[in-house]
């Protein structure tokens, strides 16, 4: 961005601030209550080509994987890099998101940011989009819609992948236990249903559940991502089941509650524990867990998705094609891993 533009576009940005004061002072703004009352844009933002004008409708706060989801989208759209983002949180509700998004449609964007909370539900609100000519490009979780045309691409992680890697995991996992023969009793914390990343980890682990004669799935209920709610279903698994061997929870946030209530009913997990505890998101605080004998296997889903999207808005923005699914790289990490120094590399 040459000098000139620079100057010209930060004297547009105090104008915007000073603006933002102003009506806020006067009550004409307030605080953003609802996605619509998100904050509108002047027209000088509007009609400056130095910006790209980008609205997020972001899933939620609800987990630490989200937080640093979040951030590399704050990171990377910034006025500095010639970008003015219109961040919504949907607090976890998709009629959130669909209000987001028709704000974002009326506020006239330049491209539309989803991370879609479940799969279902977005085939009128993309069409709006796609009727006011601007992008929508997913990120994280998908949608199922009937015309795909109705949104421009996809970037996130292969759950599937995820989840069939677990299972594969546990295999090799109980063969060098000697427990290959033993009746292995599975439970499950869940995501939130019909979100992406639930339906795939589910589905991953399950191929390879059908094909173990010993394993057993006792029960498989929604922790809905939550650590308040992974601890509260795992009190209940504790209170059903005489005997759990293992544990799979579909995020980190839901083992950590989960870990809190196996100790809270006097049992032990992780390598030398009773229930085996296999997780997915690898953030920080789960490999630390594992580090201290917690947590016996974690998945990763890499939350790092910000740069990536603006790589593909920059393609588009030259009118250059862009893959319409677009996976990031992952790996996972168990409790034989030289942890303390993997931890050193984790942005979050
Ligand atoms: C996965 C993402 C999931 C994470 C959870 O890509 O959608 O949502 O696994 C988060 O931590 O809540």
Known sequence: ?????????????????????????????????????????????????????????????????????????????????????????AQQKQENQLKAIRNFILQEVDYIILDPIVETGWDAVLQEAKDAQIPVILVDRSV?????????????????????????????????????????????????????????????????????????????LSGDFTQAKGQEVMEYFLETYEKIDVLVSENDNMTFGAIDAIHEAGKTCGPDGEIIVISFDCVKAALEAMMHGEINADFECNPILGPRVAQIIKLLEKGEPVEKVQYVEERYFDASMDLENMIKTRVY
Request: a negative charge; one cysteine or more.
């Open 144 to 220: 199922e819609v009937e015309d795909e045309g109705l949104y421009t691409c996809w970037v996130g992680s292969d759950f599937e992948k995820e989840g069939r890697s677990a299972g594969e995991w546990l295999i090799d996992y109980l063969e060098e236990q000697g427990r290959s023969e033993e009746t292995i009793q599975i439970v499950t914390l869940q995501g939130t249903p019909d979100s992406t990343a639930q339906i795939g980890r589910t589905a991953g682990f399950a191929s390879v559940l059908k094909e173990q004669e010993n394993w057993k799935m006792l029960e498989s």
């Open 1 to 89: 961005m040459g000098e000139r533009h620079l100057g010209r576009t930060k004297r547009i940005v105090e104008l915007l601030w000073i603006l933002m004061v102003v009506l806020t002072l006067g009550g004409c703004m307030g605080a953003t209550e609802s996605p619509e009352d998100a904050m509108l844009y002047p027209d000088e933002v509007k009609d400056n080509d130095d910006y790209i004008v980008v609205g997020f409708s972001q899933v939620g706060a609800e987990s630490d994987w989200r937080a640093g989801n979040t951030e590399s989208f704050r990171s990377v759209f910034t006025e500095e890099n010639g970008y003015f983002l219109l961040y919504e949180d």
